[in-house]
C-alpha cells in the first residue's frame, strides 16, 4: 500500500476496514498486503479495484498480529499507514485466499515469525508488539542480521561447457543462445531456495566479480549462467547468489523484485539443505 494513493479507516472490526480512494484514477489493492496502525495490524483479504472518487469502501482484511487492540505511540487507532510487505508464505496466502480463516491467520505469523528467527538467528519479535509480524519485518536488529547474513549466501560451480550460438538450454529450451558461450551449471535450485519465479526476467549470479545472467528455467537442483564475461572459470569454484564480489552487489531485494515477492519471502525460502555458516 505503500505507492497507492489510498487512506485506510479502522472500524473496530477485526476482519473489516474501510478504504477511500481520494484520487482521480482507480485503485487497484492485493490480497495479502500489510497495513499498519489501527488497533491491530491487518492484511487486506481480497483483489478488487477502488474507483476514483470512492468514498469509504468496506473492505475484509485479517489480523497480521494477535494480542495489541490499542494504538502504539506515534501512530494513529483511526488510520492506517503504508506498508512495502505483504503476506508473503504459500501458507499464509493460503488462509487469507483460500481458507479465509483468522485462526489460520494468526498460526501461520507465528509460523513465519519462527521461520524467520531461525533463518538470522535471533528471536524475530519486536517487544513493542511480539505478535506483530510487520513490526517483526521491520526490527533493527533483524534487518541487520539479515544483511550480515546474505553476504554468504553461495554456491559452487558443477560443470563449465562451451555451447554454439542455436542451443537450447534447460527444461523445455526456453532459452536459445544468440551467440556462442560459456555456461556454468551451478549446484542451487528452487529445492534450495533460489525461486523459480525468476525464470526468463533477468536474474543475475556474481562470479569472479562479473554479474552473470540466469539461463532458462531454474531446475530443482541447478540453475545455468552464462560466464562468458567472468572468464576461465573452473568447476568448483564459488559464486554468490547475494552478496558483494568487487564493485557489482546483488541484494535480496533485487531477486525479490525479480520473482515478483518481497526479501523477507527469499531469506525465509531458504531450505534446510543449505548449509548455515556462522560468519
Known amino acids: 500500500m505503500e505507492k497507492q494513493a489510498g487512506l485506510v479507516h479502522e472500524t473496530g472490526n477485526v476482519n473489516e476496514l474501510l478504504i477511500e480512494n481520494p484520487g482521480d484514477f482507480d485503485l487497484f489493492i492485493q490480497a495479502g498486503d500489510i497495513v499498519k496502525g489501527g488497533r491491530q495490524d491487518r492484511t487486506l483479504g481480497a483483489d478488487f479495484i477502488v474507483p476514483a472518487k470512492s468514498g469509504k469502501v468496506p473492505i475484509p482484511v485479517f489480523c497480521v498480529e494477535a494480542s495489541r487492540w490499542h494504538k502504539r505511540p506515534s501512530e494513529s487507532a483511526v488510520h492506517f499507514s503504508g506498508s512495502s510487505d505483504y503476506a508473503s508464505s504459500k501458507k499464509l496466502r493460503a488462509a487469507i485466499n483460500q481458507k479465509k480463516s483468522q485462526g489460520e491467520v494468526w498460526a501461520s505469523v507465528e509460523e513465519e515469525q519462527a521461520k524467520l528467527s531461525a533463518s538470522i538467528g535471533l528471536c524475530a519479535k519486536s517487544a513493542m508488539s511480539p505478535s506483530s509480524l510487520q513490526l517483526s519485518y521491520e526490527m533493527k536488529e533483524t534487518t541487520a542480521a539479515v544483511e550480515e547474513y546474505l ?87 564459488e559464486e554468490d547468489i547475494i552478496g558483494k564480489q568487487g564493485g557489482e552487489s546483488i541484494t535480496a531485494e533485487e531477486l525479490a523484485a525479480q520473482a515478483g515477492t518481497i526479501s523477507w519471502h527469499i531469506l525465509t525460502g531458504i531450505t534446510g539443505r543449505v548449509a548455515r555458516i556462522s560468519p
Do not use: H, K, N, W
Request: hydrophobic share 45%; proline share 5%; charged share 25%.
Open 151 to 237: 553476504r554468504g549466501l553461495e554456491t559452487r560451480v558443477s560443470l563449465v561447457r562451451d555451447l554454439p550460438a542455436g542451443a537450447g538450454v534447460s527444461y523445455g529450451r526456453t532459452f536459445l543462445t544468440d551467440r556462442p558461450i560459456r555456461a556454468a551449471v551451478l549446484a542451487a535450485g528452487y529445492a534450495d531456495g533460489f525461486p523459480r519465479q525468476v525464470s526468463g526476467r533477468g536474474a543475475c549470479v556474481l562470479i569472479r566479480g562479473a554479474r552473470c545472467p540466469v539461463l532458462g528455467r531454474v531446475t530443482m537442483d541447478q540453475i545455468v549462467v552464462d560466464v562468458t564475461a567472468a572468464g576461465e572459470i573452473e568447476a568448483g569454484e
